[in-house]
């Protein structure tokens, strides 16, 4: 995203904070190009896996949010039609979407929006800021054999801003969320407010930057040494390991599941995040569980597993269908622990059909 050296980011508080200055600089930078437009006619775009934080800075904002859909057939990933038709349908009622929050790993699945598809259509609309959210899966961009998968190559060419969490997978304490857009200067252009007091003569004769005008508060809570620290004393072939032995633990726990004939994965695990559900195979002469019967037992599984005090997981609902997920991202975690973690929701599975049988 740095090809032309324009580019710069600060670290903020979390992915909600990274993403709502996005769009903040996003609208800044609409206005500026269309100032005849009123700010009731603009919209920010999600989709319906997108997190929570794209609503919510509709919220703070005042803006409209509109949610598009995605499939389970395309594993929940944005695809570049169902942009285009929806830019033309706002195109036509005189809406003006100016930013898309798009997402490399989705909070409920781990899904990864179809970038080079958004990118052809985002050729004809120039106007459209591509927030991309990698809060989670981001850190897996340090290995290279995972690049392609999250699109690195579409993010670097068209993305107008990029986040990911070190706070997450990425070995650093909370908070640490590191925001980057392509032109540093949509930020400073969006958020610079240089009061008297804040006045220097460094800040006047424009020798340096002024990291209070790339996020919300004034202060800075040197974010960046706790980064530094983990880089220093895991190295980058030490990080890249962690993200690795993550995945490769996760497909352990996604091995089992293909041989359970209870658990069932809801769609392709993700890095090292797999979505399953109760789902037992029935026999030849037994009629299917309906999907209502399906969420009904796995709310139910998932009930038991809450009072448990030795495993989290948590819900999601995915079109529909009411689904547990499970990660590893610990450094601590070993075989041990997913196999173990494995036996536990196959007993509970049992245990959870004998309860419902009984009912
Ligand atoms: C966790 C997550 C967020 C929220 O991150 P915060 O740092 O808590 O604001 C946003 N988007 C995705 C994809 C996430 O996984």
């Known amino acids: 995203m740095n090809a032309v050296g324009k580019g710069a980011g600060a670290m903020q508080s979390g992915a909600s904070d990274s993403a709502l200055i996005a769009i903040v600089a996003a609208r800044s930078q609409y206005q500026r190009i269309h100032p005849e437009v009123p700010l009731t006619k603009l919209v920010i775009y999600t989709t319906t896996q997108t997190h929570s934080l794209g609503v919510k800075a ?136 240089t009061p008297p007091f804040l006045r220097t003569k460094h800040g006047d004769d424009e020798t340096v930057d002024d990291y209070r005008n790339r996020h919300l508060g004034l202060s800075r809570r040197f974010r960046s040494l706790k980064l530094w620290f983990v880089l220093r004393s895991f190295g980058a072939e030490g990080f890249r390991k962690h993200i690795r032995k993550s995945i490769s633990l996760s497909q352990i726990f996604v091995d089992c599941v293909a041989e359970s004939d209870k658990l069932a994965l809801v769609t392709s695990p993700s890095f090292a995040m797999s979505v399953f559900r109760l789902d037992p195979k029935r026999g030849p002469n037994q009629p299917a569980y309906s999907l209502e019967t399906l969420n009904a037992l796995n709310e139910l599984l998932y009930r038991r597993l809450s009072s448990r005090h030795d495993i989290l997981l948590t819900q999601t609902v995915l079109n529909g269908v009411f689904c547990i997920r499970m990660v590893v991202g610990a450094t601590r975690t070993t075989p041990a622990h997913v196999q173990q973690a494995f036996e536990l929701l196959e007993k509970e599975a049992e245990l959870t059909l004998e309860a419902w049988e009984k009912k």
């Open 58 to 193: 509709g919220l703070v904002l005042g803006l409209p949010v509109r949610i598009l859909e995605v499939k389970a057939e395309d594993n929940f990933s944005l695809r570049g039609e169902t942009l285009r038709i929806a830019l033309e349908e706002d195109e036509k009622l005189g809406m003006k979407p100016f930013v898309l929050v798009a997402t490399v790993g989705t909070t409920s699945s781990g899904a990864i929006d179809n970038l080079p598809e958004i990118q052809k259509i985002v050729e004809n609309h120039p106007d459209l800021w591509v927030h991309v959210d990698a809060a989670w899966a981001g850190v897996a961009l340090s290995c290279p054999e995972y690049r392609e998968k999250c699109h690195l190559k579409a993010i670097n060419e068209f993305a107008s801003s990029f986040c990911t969490n070190f706070h997450k997978w990425g070995l650093v304490n909370l908070d640490a969320s590191a925001l980057w857009v392509r032109n540093r200067k949509s930020l400073t252009e969006a958020l610079n407010v």
